[in-house]
Every structure is written in structure tokens, then in C-alpha cells.
């Protein structure tokens, strides 16, 4: 695997796959991580700067820009002539045909897509000798097992940040209506200043979160 350079004053640090959800610390506003996990399988916190990313993924400022949690821009997908550029809500990302970086791992809200990219991007290598041990385990099932997914690297990388995200913006969707139809039910029983004010605050919520919604919608 190309390791880079420390012109930039960066740091790669190999790491333990059990540890990096939970073991990275969280850092500063100043210092990013990236987590990198390519397609053998191997994972890497690597600690540079933003110069270092852009001659690793062959990617432009702007494009490095977009996925600058410090900044605010809409979400999008960019496809490059190297690399997909995610920026997905919390999910921050650059993904090529061997690797994806994904940022700040340790956030709470990225944790479960690292999980998940570690489950589904396993090494098919891996995969073949899981389901050689099942079978042998389980001889007495007749089942066979199915077709392991065989899909370029990147596009099963991509499906896995895409289904994170539609299940993160469906748990935001289960929270309000929890929420909105109590407001409701008390609005018809009694209309009063507090309960017409719950009501507006949930409606300007809502309305926020379906643009959320439209928005991720437009690139699936």
C-alpha cells in the first residue's frame, strides 16, 4: 500500500481495527483524522494535512472544501476522474477504486458507517473463508450459501454510505412524528397559544428536514 510523504508535517499511524471506533480520541477543531480502509483490508488513521489528501486522491481545493466540517455546504456527490467525493450530512468522505477515507471517524454519528464499511468492505478472500467454515460447521443444511457481493470496491463502498444515510435521515423522520402527533391530538382538543406555538415549531422542523431529505434524494 502507498504510504505518503511527511512534507507536510502529517503523520500515518497503522492501527487495530478493534480500537478505532472506540479507542480514537476525539480531537480539536484544528487537527482532522481520516480513517483509511482499502480494499485489503487493512485500516489506517492517518493524520495530514489537507495537501497531503489532494495529491493522494488527485482531487482540487474545492472539492476538499466541500467535505470541511468547519464549513457549511449542501450535500453532494462529486465524481471524479480518481475518486467520489461524499458529503452526506454527517458522512464526510473520498472514495477511489482501492480505498475510502472517511473523516473524523470518531464522531458519534459516523461510528455505525465505520462499522458497516468494515463489515461489508471485507476482503473477498476473507468472505470465501467465512462461508468455507460455515458450510463445514453446518454440514447438515442443505441451503446453499448465497452470492458474495463482487461489485467494484468503490460501488459497495458508496451503497454502504448511501444506505447510512437513508437510515439516519428515517430515524430523523421516526423522531418528529413521535413528536407531531401528540401536538396534533392536544391542538384539536384545545386550542391555546402554547399548543399552536409546539405545532409551528415542529412544522418549521419538518419542513427543514424534508429539504434534507429532497436534497440526498437528488443523488440516489
Known sequence: MMMMGREGGGHVVPVDP?????GLKK????????LLMDASGLETVLDVDKYEIMHRVQIHARDLRI???????PSAILG???AIVLN????????????????????????PVVEELRRRLKPMNANREDQREEKDSNVQHDIETTDEDESP??????????????SYLAARTLELETAVYPALDMLTSKISSRNLD???????????????????GTYI
Not at 28 to 34: E, F, N, P, T, V
Open 88 to 111: 452526506l450530512e454527517h458522512i464526510k468522505a473520498i472514495i477511489t477504486s482501492e480505498e475510502v477515507l472517511l473523516r473524523d471517524p470518531s464522531d458519534d454519528n459516523v461510528t
Open 67 to 73: 467535505i470541511d466540517p468547519l464549513l457549511s455546504y
Open 198 to 216: 409546539r405545532v409551528r415549531k415542529l412544522k418549521s422542523q419538518m419542513t427543514r428536514l424534508t429539504a434534507r431529505v429532497q436534497k440526498v
Open 80 to 82: 471524479r476522474e480518481r
Open 153 to 166: 470496491f468503490e460501488f459497495r463502498a458508496l451503497e454502504v454510505a448511501l444506505e447510512a444515510i437513508c
Open 18 to 22: 478493534g480500537t478505532v471506533v472506540g
Open 27 to 34: 480531537k480539536g477543531a484544528g487537527a482532522r483524522s481520516w
